[in-house]
């Protein structure tokens, strides 16, 4: 099964966007695994799954940390981007998930 990481500060905040992500996955038919891990842990967690990360959000209160963790993202050829803050601070399931799709497609 493929993997949609959420990192962000603590790995706790994001989890209601994850909540919301699950269930509109499952409304879709799709089967990932969605869920938040803490930043720091980013590089541990690609070394633990290789091959079944499809792709890694970063929080919004972590955006600064994007282009470090790019370098690390892309040689495992795994897309990244920053969730949208209007999606996550509305708790938009669906928007975010729509935004992990755009880059795995």
């Given at each position: 099964m493929q993997r949609i990481v959420l990192a962000c500060a603590?790995?706790?905040s994001t989890s209601m966007?994850?909540?919301r992500m699950e269930?509109?996955?499952a409304a879709r038919g799709l089967s990932y695994q969605i869920y938040a891990i803490p930043e720091q842990n980013?590089?541990?967690e690609l070394e633990n799954y290789p091959g079944e990360v499809a792709v890694v959000l970063l929080g919004p209160q972590v955006r600064f940390k994007l282009e470090e963790n790019r370098k690390l993202t892309d040689s495992y050829q795994i897309p990244i981007?920053?969730?949208d803050s209007v999606a996550y601070g509305t708790l938009?399931?669906?928007k975010v998930l729509d935004q992990a799709l755009a880059?795995?497609?």
């Open positions: 603590a790995g706790m966007v994850v909540t269930k509109e996955a980013l590089r541990d981007a920053v969730i938009n399931g669906a880059l795995v497609n």
